[in-house]
Every structure is written in C-alpha cells, then in structure tokens.
C-alpha cells in the first residue's frame, strides 16, 4: 500500500494514475510490427527499409548469376527485434522480389494478396483455439507500395494490385527514387496518382483527423498541432522517398544520410529533398499505433465477419466454435488453374494414346486370330484331302 | 573525265547520296517512363515531341536553321487488348486501369548536320524518328513483341517488294530501321526478361544499342557498377548488341582507338531534359544541385549524338543493308519462290503449273479481294492508320476508329486497283514462259503484298472484334455500377428517415459504415468468385 501510496497525489484516488501503469505494461511486453514493401526490382525497397530503421536490416540480394531469370513471385520475410531507449519492437518486414518485372505480369498480384489473407485467417484459427495464448501474428501492418517515377502516371498493373491490397491492408502509396523528378516534374507526377487514386476508389491509409475536437471547440494546443500534421502529411501523399545507407557531410559540417552525385547531396532527412521524414513520422513516430489498430478492428474485423458469415449460411446448427471451411486456396489461384487444365489435358492425351495402343493391340490380336484360323482351316482341309487320298487309295488297294 | 572514273567508289555514292539527301531510321524503344520522349526533343535539339497526357499542339523547331519537320508524327501500327487506340489521349483517371496496349509512331524531319559543324551546307539527312508508346505498361507485355517485329518486318518487306518489281518507284522511301536504341531503366539490378527478349528479338531486323536512361539516379561508382552488370547480362544471355569492334587489319589507328573507347563506354549512360537555362543549355535542376545535360563525365549524350549521326551513321546503315536485311532476303526469297526454283530446273511445264498456286492465289485476291474488303471494311473497322495525329479526339470513341477505317480501305483498294493495272498478265491464262529471274520479278511483290494485305486484314478483323468487346463490357460494367449507386441512395434515404426521427449521431458514422460495408463487398466478391 505505500509503494503505491508514494505515486499518488494525496488528495485523489489514484485513479488517473492508469495511464502510467498501462505504460508500464506496454513498456515491458514491448509490440510488433509488421510490413511490407510491394513493388517492382530495382526501386530501391531494401534500401528504403535500411534507411527507415538505420540499420541494415536486410542485406542486398546477391546478384543472380547464371541461371535463367526468374519468373515467380516470393513472399520474403524478415525477423528483427528492434531496441531504443529499452522499448523493444519486434519487425517483420515482408518482401515481395519478382513482383512485376515479368513479361506477363497478369494476376502477378495474387500471391500478395493470398498472403495478406492467409494472415488473418491463421489468426482467426488461433483464436478459435480453446487455448489461445501463443499467438502467431503476422497480420500486415501496413503495404508500401512503390511506384515508379516514370512522370507519366500510374499502370494498370499498379492501379489492380493497389486496388486489392487496399481492401485487405493499410495502403501507402509512395514514389520511389525521387531524385530523378525536378520539383515541377514531381508535383504534376503526384496531382496525377492524386487523381486516378481518386477516381479509381483506391482506399489508402490517411491519418485520423479528429474533427469533432476542432469543431467543439475543444482543441487545446497539442491537438491541433497533431491535426495539423495529419493534414500536412495527407496533403504529401503520395510521399516522394529517396533512400540511401551511407552518411556523408553536408557543407554545414553535419553528418547526414545522403546520397552523393557529382552535382550535389540529396540529403534524406532534408524536407525540401524528399518526404522521408513525414514518411517515418506517419509509419513509426506518431501513426504506428493507428496503424496496427485499424488492422485489428477494420481489415480483420472485416475479413473475420465475411468467413464467420459466410459460414454461418452454410451450417446454421452448428455451435459455437465454428469450423470454417479451408479458404479454396487451391482453386483460387489462376495458376494453378491453369495447371490442372494443362494436367487434365496431358492426362487425357495419355488415355487417348494407351487407348489407340490397345485398340492398335487388340487389332493386331484378331488379325492373328483370323490368320491363325485360315491357317488351321488350309491343314484341316488339306488333311480333308489327304484322307480322302488315303481313302481313294485304300479302296483302289481292294 | 579520268578524274571522275578515279573517284573512290564511296565517295561517289557519298555524292549521290547527298543529293537525294540521306534517309536514315531510328526507334526507340523501352518502357514508358524511361525518358524516350525527351530523348527525342534533345536529339533533335527541338521541342517537336510532346509528353504522355500533355498533348501540346506546339511544332515549332526552335533551331530553324537544322531541324524541319516535314510529316507529323503519325500512328503507324497499332495493338491493343480491349482495341481502343489510347496514344495521346489526356489523362482520363476512371479509364486508368485499361492496358494501353501499344503504338508505334514515325515522326519525319529533315536535318542539317546536327554532329559535324565543318560538313557542307547541304548535307541534309532525311531523318525518320519512330517512337514506341505502351511498353511495360500492359499487364501482358507479349503483345508487344510481335508489334515491333511486325513493323520492323513489314519495313523489309517494301524493300524487297520494290527491289523485285518490274517497274521501280522513282520516289520510294525506304522505311528499314538502321538504328534501335533500346533504354534500360536504372533499375541498379541487371536486365530483366522484357528486355532480353525484346532485345534478342528486334537484333534479328536491326543494329540494337541498350543505353542507360535516367543516369542522374546513380552516383558515379553506382553507374560504373551498373554499367558492368548489364554487359555481363548481355554475355549471360546472348543478348546480339551492336557492339562497337576494331579490325585491326583494315581499320586505321585512329578509328580503333575511337571504337574502342566507345566499346569502353557502352552501354551510354544519357541524361536528358526539357528545361533550359538562361544560356540556353539544357539542364535539370534540383534542390541540391544543377545538372548540365551534356557535361561529358556525367552524361554520354554528346558521345552518343556523334555516333549515331557522325562516325558510325553509316556503319548503321550498312549494316542493316548487307547484313541483316540480305540475311532476311535469302530467308524470305527461299520461303516464297522454293517451289518455284525447284521446279523451274526440270522443265518448263512443270514450271506452269508449280507457278500457278502463288499466281491464282493472288488472282483470287484480286477478284475477291475488292469484294471481301468492302464487306469487313464496311463494319466500322478499326484500324492501324490514323490520318492525322493532331486532330483531337473526341469522347465519341466510334469516331476516329470510323475515320481509321475510311483511310485504309481506300488504301486497301489502291493497292489492289494497282496490282489489277501493273499485271495485266494474271487474269491471263495463257501466261508465256518466263525466265525464273522474270518468275519471282512478278510473284514476290505481289505475293509479299498478298501476305501484307491479308495479315492487315486479320489484324484489323480482330481489332474491331476487340473493341466491340471491350466496348460492351465497359457499357455492362457502367449499368452495373448505376445500378449499384442507385441501390446505395436508396438504402442512405431509408436510412435518413430512420435516422431523422433519433439523432444526428447515426448520420455522423454513416461515413464510417459506408466504408466497411465497402470492404466487406470488395471481399465478399472475391470470396463468390472462388467458391
């Protein structure tokens, strides 16, 4: 009792010491995190995810050396545990290497798609258990897309795979490699996404801005100066990023992440270079929090009522703990599809081919038989003659 | 009179040449995106190219003196999925999600020389600039392929079409590309499957030289790395680049030591820009710096504009004449004349008849063909030529592909009116015997026209059969969505009089509802479409 005594004023109930005791609790279990990087090869994903936890986190795929190239899509996941000032963070960072850098690129989405799905259903499973206390959560947090500074606008196969992981995850959109676009050059290229995002009804994550606080009158100045940053980091979308792992000195003498050219320092951190900074301010500084709650309560509520739903239709009388079907995973996924037609046709060619074999065999068969019986018939008749010979001779003997 | 005949032969055809003026091809080709475009405008030192969804109507050579455009940029192929041509269109962001499929465009300009200052006043090269559009943008690039093959394709054939004909055309143009420049994209990671093969497979019709686009995203180590990693892709995969070789019996010290700088170079790293300074030099401007395009060690620009239109034009030229299109000759004559040669040998009867097949087939074009292209045609056909690119677009869709149409069936029937009046022997039966020389002077043209004619006419029969496909499907999908909406205002007024009566505090999470119920559509759709 006096432990507790000590921290609380002495004329209240200790009740608005709840929040320093959650913080205790949140401090030492520490929190995970989870995201992925979905773009096509060479947009810089890795360096980006170097240079937002300034660490090497995932090393630079060697290089590919002979072998033909690659034509599949990979789910690469990588582990971390992440410590500053004794908060421990555990990151999951999900990588997607062979995504769009094929020819056909159709449907070049689904594994992405099915992975973000297969998350919440192995989370779904675990809480149905009877024992539920090991959970293994791999829920995508949030989906960095990254698109190509091309100045021109978005591709069809940016806008379907936006669209779909949209519906399932935290979508942020973000303009890779930068340092290529002028300021005019980047301004038109972004209204441009801006726009088709729009019209297109592709659902990104914004900041929750709280306006039933501005509008009661009620902001005190730390609110508003968070709202304010809400709105300057929705009015960056989509955010223009340049990455690099190297530290160089600016002409202030400071050292700071950079990337080195011949015709200057494109200072990462600089927010006239690039939206680094609001970047990492909306993903870990002020907005994680935001982030895997609307996961939790948006996108898996989401996909959790759909499967309960759907299988409540089907047996109705069953009790409580629902045994949901297993997701058709394997019926879903076009390739495979066209994998089992091209199985199915094989399977029928062979059928065809041992059945002409047969036919071929039986053929031959009753050609034989039909051989072998003239053959049988010439002897028997033969033999008809040579006892008829014998017979002539016989009576002749007499 | 003895000085003339002692002209070197080169410099003779030089002189000739120069007086009907050079003609000389160019494509580039790469993904969208990679800078091909402005390329174009700073090849040319011009602003005559205008950029994807900013459609300027501004033809103005700003240096007079060097570059004048004498036709506009025209469509020249076109493919496309769902056959709705796109090419300069603006911007439309609900139509964004639609394969653009692919154009290609030729653009001519007639030159002075742009590389060499000191050459002669009335050097002039006839410069045709053909633009790909669409690369990379489609979900399924394959269609691609066969577009640029195609074309690159159809160009030799005119050739040779022209080269086998009886009467020549005094003024015919020569469309064969000596020169691609394909751009690889500054991925940093080496080259991917679209450009190995799209590179192995144009290297059959044309010298292709990969340049690095975009070279400002790398650091100078970075580039040098870059650099190293596609040659080495280019070995892994075979990929038959122009390379830039040294002979050194024939060619003198200071051309190998010229080439082998270059083979050094290659492949060029080019930066390029639109905007310029106060002095008049291209730049790009950053925040944290200035770029001057044609600074030599940042950027091959200057090095590549020399090559292409001083040291190896013809080299580029030559090339494409006695290599690859000899090659595609041989090929093309074995395919078309074979029974012709085998049979000619023996007698000359048999001769007749092994003859007939090729020339009743084109006979049978000729009397069905009027008749057959009147009756596709006359279907609002889509097709392959655009009159004119400038002309603006309308909303109505049916009415360029309608204007398309019209410009290629009176094509279609010159052609045949002009095959029925330069052989007057087909609709004779009684055809006299022929040499063989005379035997493949009059089928090949006609039978590489026949071919032309008939792989046109399936393409646009497929086109339009796209078109009014995808045309359908977009008017289905837009009835579903009024639908949809019209349900949805249903459900918010049903809901508002419910609500009304409460509070006001329903109507504020409406907007939240609205958007998991969207959600929960999205995925409920998805879930019908497995089951």
Same mark, same amino acid.
């Given at each position: 009792?006096?432990?507790?005594?000590?921290? +609380?004023?002495?004329?209240?109930?200790?009740?608005?010491?709840?929040?320093?005791?959650?913080?205790?609790?949140?401090?030492?279990?520490? @929190?995970?995190?989870?995201?992925?990087?979905?773009?096509?090869?060479?947009?810089?994903?890795?360096?980006?995810?170097?240079?937002?936890?300034?660490?090497?986190?995932?090393?630079?795929?060697?290089?590919?050396?002979? #072998?033909?190239?690659?034509?599949?899509?990979?789910?690469?996941?990588?582990?971390?545990?992440?410590?500053?000032?004794?908060?421990?963070?555990?990151?999951?960072?999900?990588?997607?290497?062979?995504?769009?850098?094929?020819?056909?690129?159709?449907?070049?989405?689904?594994?992405?798609?099915?992975?973000?799905?297969?998350?919440?259903?192995?989370?779904?499973?675990?809480?149905?258990?009877?024992?539920?206390?090991?959970?293994?959560?791999?829920?995508?947090?949030?989906?960095?897309?990254?698109?190509?500074?091309?100045?021109?606008?978005?591709?069809?196969?940016?806008?379907?795979?936006?669209?779909?992981?949209?519906?399932?995850?935290?979508?942020?959109?973000?303009?890779?490699?930068?340092?290529?676009?002028?300021?005019?050059?980047?301004?038109?290229?972004?209204?441009?996404?801006?726009?088709?995002?729009?019209?297109?009804?592709?659902?990104?994550?914004?900041?929750?801005?709280?306006?039933?606080?501005?509008?009661?009158?009620?902001?005190?100045? @730390?609110?508003?100066?968070?709202?304010?940053?809400?709105?300057?980091?929705?009015?960056?979308?989509?955010?223009?990023?340049? #990455?690099?792992?190297?530290?160089?000195?600016?002409?202030?003498? +400071?050292?700071?992440?950079?990337?080195?050219?011949?015709?200057?320092?494109?200072?990462?951190?600089?927010?006239?270079?690039? @939206?680094?900074?609001?970047?990492?301010?909306?993903?870990?500084?002020?907005?994680?929090?935001?982030?895997?709650?609307?996961?939790?309560?948006?996108?898996?509520?989401?996909?959790?009522?759909?499967?309960?739903?759907?299988?409540?239709?089907?047996?109705? @009388?069953?009790?409580?703990?629902?045994?949901?079907?297993?997701?058709?995973?394997?019926?879903?996924?076009?390739?495979?599809? &066209?994998?089992?037609?091209?199985?199915?046709?094989?399977?029928?060619?062979?059928?065809?081919?041992?059945?002409?074999?047969?036919?071929?065999?039986?053929?031959?068969?009753?050609?034989?038989?039909?051989?072998?019986?003239?053959?049988? &018939?010439?002897?028997?008749?033969?033999?008809?003659?040579?006892?008829?010979?014998?017979?002539?001779?016989?009576?002749?003997?007499? | 009179?003895?000085?003339?005949?002692?002209?070197?032969?080169?410099?003779?055809?030089?002189?000739?040449?120069?007086?009907?003026?050079?003609?000389?091809?160019?494509?580039?080709?790469?993904?969208?995106?990679?800078?091909?475009?402005?390329?174009?405008?700073?090849?040319?030192?011009?602003?005559?190219?205008?950029?994807?969804?900013?459609?300027?109507?501004?033809?103005?050579?700003?240096?007079?003196?060097?570059?004048?455009?004498?036709?506009?940029?025209?469509?020249?192929?076109?493919?496309?999925?769902?056959?709705?041509?796109?090419f300069m269109s603006e911007l439309d962001p609900s139509r964004a999600q639609f394969e653009p499929g692919i154009t290609i465009t030729s653009t001519s300009v007639e030159i002075g020389d742009l590389a060499d200052e000191t050459a002669n006043?009335?050097?002039?090269?006839?410069?045709?600039?053909?633009?790909?559009?669409?690369?990379?943008?489609?979900?399924?690039?394959?269609?691609?392929?066969?577009?640029?093959?195609?074309?690159?394709?159809?160009?030799?054939?005119?050739?040779?079409?022209?080269?086998?004909?009886?009467?020549?055309?005094?003024?015919?143009?020569?469309?064969?590309?000596?020169?691609?420049?394909?751009?690889?994209?500054?991925?940093?990671?080496?080259?991917?499957?679209?450009?190995?093969?799209?590179?192995?497979?144009?290297?059959?019709?044309?010298?292709?030289?990969?340049?690095?686009?975009?070279?400002?995203?790398?650091?100078?180590?970075?580039?040098?790395?870059?650099?190293?990693?596609?040659?080495?892709?280019?070995?892994?995969?075979?990929?038959?680049?122009?390379?830039?070789?040294?002979?050194?019996?024939?060619?003198?010290?200071?051309?190998?030591?010229?080439?082998?700088?270059?083979?050094?170079?290659?492949?060029?790293?080019?930066?390029?820009?639109?905007?310029?300074?106060?002095?008049?030099?291209?730049?790009?401007?950053?925040?944290?710096?200035?770029?001057?395009?044609?600074?030599?060690?940042?950027?091959?620009?200057?090095?590549?504009?020399?090559?292409?239109?001083?040291?190896?034009?013809?080299?580029?030229?030559?090339?494409?004449?006695?290599?690859?299109?000899?090659?595609?000759?041989?090929?093309?004559?074995?395919?078309?004349?074979?029974?012709?040669?085998?049979?000619?040998?023996?007698?000359?009867?048999?001769?007749?008849?092994?003859?007939?097949?090729?020339?009743?087939?084109?006979?049978?074009?000729?009397?069905?063909?009027?008749?057959?292209?009147?009756?596709?045609?006359?279907?609002?056909?889509?097709?392959?030529?655009?009159?004119?690119?400038?002309?603006?677009?309308?909303?109505?869709?049916?009415?360029?592909?309608?204007?398309?149409?019209?410009?290629?069936?009176?094509?279609?029937?010159?052609?045949?009116?002009?095959?029925?009046?330069?052989?007057?022997?087909?609709?004779?039966?009684?055809?006299?015997?022929?040499?063989?020389?005379?035997?493949?002077?009059?089928?090949?043209?006609?039978?590489?026209?026949?071919?032309?004619?008939?792989?046109?006419?399936?393409?646009?029969?497929?086109?339009?059969?796209?078109?009014?496909?995808?045309?359908?499907?977009?008017?289905?999908?837009?009835?579903?969505?009024?639908?949809?909406?019209?349900?949805?205002?249903?459900?918010?007024?049903?809901?508002?009089?419910?609500?009304?009566?409460?509070?006001?505090?329903?109507?504020?999470?409406?907007?939240?509802?609205?958007?998991?119920?969207?959600?929960?559509?999205?995925?409920?759709?998805?879930?019908?479409?497995?089951?």
């Amino acid at each position: 009792m006096s432990t507790a005594a000590v921290a +609380v004023p002495t004329n209240s109930v200790g009740i608005s010491n709840l929040p320093n005791q959650r913080y205790k609790i949140v401090n030492e279990k520490g @929190d995970h995190f989870t995201i992925m990087v979905c773009g096509e090869s060479g947009l810089g994903k890795t360096t980006f995810i170097n240079t937002l936890f300034q660490t090497t986190l995932k090393h630079q795929e060697p290089r590919r050396n002979n #072998g033909p190239i690659k034509k599949t899509i990979d789910i690469d996941i990588t582990r971390a545990v992440l410590e500053e000032k004794n908060f421990k963070l555990r990151v999951n960072v999900i990588d997607t290497p062979g995504f769009g850098d094929n020819v056909n690129n159709n449907k070049s989405w689904q594994r992405i798609i099915d992975f973000i799905d297969d998350q919440h259903d192995s989370y779904m499973r675990q809480e149905q258990q009877p024992f539920r206390k090991i959970k293994f959560d791999l829920r995508v947090h949030a989906v960095l897309y990254f698109i190509k500074p091309t100045g021109h606008g978005l591709k069809p196969l940016d806008i379907e795979t936006m669209k779909k992981i949209s519906t399932r995850a935290n979508l942020i959109p973000v303009i890779a490699k930068t340092d290529t676009l002028t300021q005019q050059e980047l301004s038109t290229f972004k209204l441009r996404i801006r726009q088709v995002i729009e019209t297109q009804e592709i659902r990104i994550f914004t900041p929750p801005i709280d306006e039933s606080i501005l509008s009661n009158g009620s902001a005190t100045e @730390d609110n508003s100066a968070a709202i304010e940053h809400a709105r300057q980091l929705i009015e960056s979308m989509p955010f223009a990023i340049v #990455g690099s792992e190297e530290r160089f000195t600016n002409d202030k003498g +400071v050292q700071v992440i950079a990337r080195k050219y011949p015709w200057g320092l494109v200072e990462i951190e600089n927010d006239s270079h690039c @939206d680094f900074r609001k970047l990492r301010s909306l993903l870990l500084r002020t907005n994680l929090l935001d982030l895997i709650l609307s996961t939790e309560e948006v996108h898996y509520e989401a996909y959790r009522a759909l499967r309960l739903g759907n299988s409540n239709e089907e047996n109705k @009388d069953s009790s409580i703990p629902i045994n949901t079907p297993a997701r058709k995973l394997l019926s879903s996924n076009p390739h495979f599809k &066209e994998e089992e037609n091209a199985l199915k046709k094989y399977f029928t060619e062979q059928v065809k081919a041992e059945e002409q074999r047969f036919r071929q065999w039986e053929q031959n068969i009753v050609n034989e038989r039909v051989r072998l019986n003239n053959d049988l &018939e010439d002897i028997q008749s033969k033999v008809k003659k040579l006892e008829e010979q014998v017979k002539n001779l016989q009576l002749k003997k007499r | 009179m003895n000085r003339d005949s002692a002209m070197p032969a080169n410099l003779l055809r030089r002189k000739k040449d120069t007086k009907r003026g050079i003609t000389y091809t160019m494509l580039l080709c790469g993904r969208d995106g990679v800078g091909k475009t402005t390329f174009a405008n700073n090849l040319l030192e011009s602003n005559i190219f205008s950029h994807k969804y900013n459609v300027v109507n501004q033809i103005t050579a700003e240096n007079e003196s060097k570059v004048k455009v004498i036709s506009p940029t025209k469509v020249v192929s076109y493919n496309s999925k769902n056959g709705i041509p796109t090419f300069m269109s603006e911007l439309d962001p609900s139509r964004a999600q639609f394969e653009p499929g692919i154009t290609i465009t030729s653009t001519s300009v007639e030159i002075g020389d742009l590389a060499d200052e000191t050459a002669n006043e009335d050097d002039i090269i006839l410069f045709n600039l053909v633009n790909t559009y669409g690369i990379g943008e489609n979900l399924d690039d394959s269609l691609c392929f066969d577009e640029l093959t195609t074309y690159l394709e159809q160009q030799f054939d005119l050739v040779l079409a022209e080269e086998t004909r009886i009467k020549r055309n005094p003024r015919f143009e020569d469309t064969r590309v000596h020169i691609i420049l394909y751009f690889i994209e500054p991925t940093g990671h080496g080259l991917r499957e679209l450009d190995v093969e799209l590179m192995k497979r144009l290297s059959r019709y044309s010298n292709v030289l990969p340049i690095i686009s975009k070279a400002d995203s790398f650091g100078k180590e970075e580039l040098a790395q870059f650099k190293k990693t596609i040659m080495k892709d280019v070995e892994l995969y075979n990929v038959p680049i122009y390379k830039f070789e040294v002979d050194p019996e024939d060619d003198d010290l200071e051309t190998i030591e010229e080439n082998q700088t270059l083979a050094s170079l290659q492949p060029f790293s080019i930066i390029c820009s639109d905007v310029k300074d106060k002095n008049g030099s291209y730049v790009r401007s950053y925040p944290w710096g200035d770029i001057n395009i044609t600074t030599d060690n940042i950027s091959d620009l200057k090095v590549l504009k020399n090559v292409l239109f001083g040291s190896h034009l013809q080299e580029f030229k030559d090339t494409t004449q006695n290599l690859l299109y000899e090659n595609y000759r041989a090929e093309k004559l074995s395919t078309v004349t074979s029974p012709h040669i085998g049979a000619s040998g023996k007698d000359n009867t048999a001769n007749r008849a092994s003859a007939a097949p090729s020339l009743s087939n084109f006979a049978s074009l000729v009397n069905t063909g009027q008749f057959k292209s009147s009756q596709t045609l006359a279907m609002n056909l889509e097709g392959a030529r655009t009159p004119e690119l400038k002309e603006p677009y309308d909303n109505d869709q049916a009415s360029p592909i309608k204007k398309m149409s019209q410009a290629l069936k009176e094509e279609n029937e010159e052609i045949i009116k002009n095959i029925k009046m330069e052989s007057p022997l087909i609709n004779d039966h009684n055809i006299p015997e022929k040499t063989k020389l005379r035997n493949i002077s009059e089928t090949v043209p006609y039978v590489l026209r026949h071919e032309r004619i008939i792989a046109r006419q399936q393409k646009l029969e497929e086109l339009e059969a796209q078109s009014a496909k995808e045309l359908q499907k977009r008017i289905q999908d837009l009835e579903k969505k009024a639908h949809n909406l019209k349900l949805r205002e249903k459900l918010l007024r049903q809901q508002k009089d419910h609500s009304s009566s409460s509070s006001s505090l329903t109507t504020a999470s409406s907007g939240t509802q609205l958007k998991k119920e969207d959600t929960l559509t999205d995925l409920a759709s998805i879930a019908s479409g497995r089951n």
